[in-house]
C-alpha cells in the first residue's frame, strides 16, 4: 500500500520560509523522480520542482533561487525548502513520486502567504 503524509504547510509572512516534507512508503523510494506541484483555486496544478533518482534537480522558474528540492534516500522522504515566500507562492502544495510504471500523488498541504 502506497502512502504519502505530507507536512509543514502553514501560514507564513512574505519574505518567510517554509520547509515541506513528504514520507512515502510502499514505494521503491530510491528509483523514484520526486516533486513538488502546487495548485490555486481555478488553476490547472503546476510543477514547482523535481528531482531524478540520480539527484538532479529541474525548477520552475518561479522557484529558481528561492527554493531547493532534496531527498533522503535513507528516510523515503522527499523535501522542499521554501525562502523568500511571495503571496503568489499561496496553494497547495502536492507531493509526487513517478517510476517507469505507476505516479502517486500526497494529499497536499496549504500554503499561505499573507501579512
Known amino acids: 500500500q502506497v502512502q504519502f503524509v505530507e507536512s509543514g504547510g502553514g501560514l507564513v509572512q512574505p519574505g518567510g520560509s517554509l520547509r515541506l516534507s513528504c514520507a512515502t512508503s510502499g514505494i521503491i523510494f530510491s528509483r523514484c523522480r520526486l516533486g513538488w506541484y502546487r495548485q490555486t483555486p481555478g488553476k490547472q496544478r503546476e510543477l514547482v520542482a523535481f528531482i531524478e533518482s540520480g539527484g538532479s534537480t529541474t525548477y520552475a522558474n518561479s522557484a529558481k533561487g528561492r527554493f531547493t528540492i532534496s531527498r533522503d534516500n535513507a528516510k523515503n522522504t522527499a523535501n522542499l525548502q521554501m525562502n523568500s515566500l511571495k503571496a503568489e507562492d499561496t496553494a497547495v502544495y502536492y507531493c509526487?513520486?513517478?517510476?517507469?510504471?505507476?505516479?502517486?500523488w500526497g494529499q497536499g498541504t496549504q500554503v499561505t502567504v499573507s501579512s
Open positions: 509526487y513520486a513517478a517510476t517507469s510504471i505507476n505516479s502517486y
